[in-house]
């Protein structure tokens, strides 16, 4: 009979570049959410529009940051680049939003 190989993977730690970027992804969707809120319900008062700009633009701001936090993660050696894909991922797709919806408004 064949001997059999058994092989065992150690568990790697998830890159915490790639951590910090699905966060600010959750938090920059989380501010569409605010703005688009704030927009629906305090559409006829003016102070609702500096509102909804500001939290646009943080939320953009933390899209850019958070998807370099991703792409800079995966330099991380001996480390798990999974949430690093889905950060670097989900950050792009929102600024690629953010960026259509601030050219949209423009127009």
């Not at 305090?42 to 991703?70: D, P, T």
Request: proline share 0%.
């Amino acid at each position: 009979m064949a001997k059999r190989y058994r092989y065992a993977f150690a568990q790697q730690k998830q890159a915490e570049g790639g951590i910090y970027s699905v966060v600010l992804a959750v938090i920059s969707f989380i501010l569409f959410l605010a703005a688009v809120s704030v927009s629906f319900f305090l559409r006829e008062y003016v102070i609702s529009q500096a509102l909804i700009g500001g939290i646009s633009i943080c939320a953009m701001l933390l899209a850019v940051y958070g998807f370099f936090m991703g792409l800079i993660s995966f330099s991380a050696k001996d480390r798990s680049h999974s949430l690093c894909t889905a950060g670097a991922i989900a950050n792009g797709l929102l600024m690629v939003g953010w960026l259509g919806l601030y050219l949209m408004g423009i127009s």
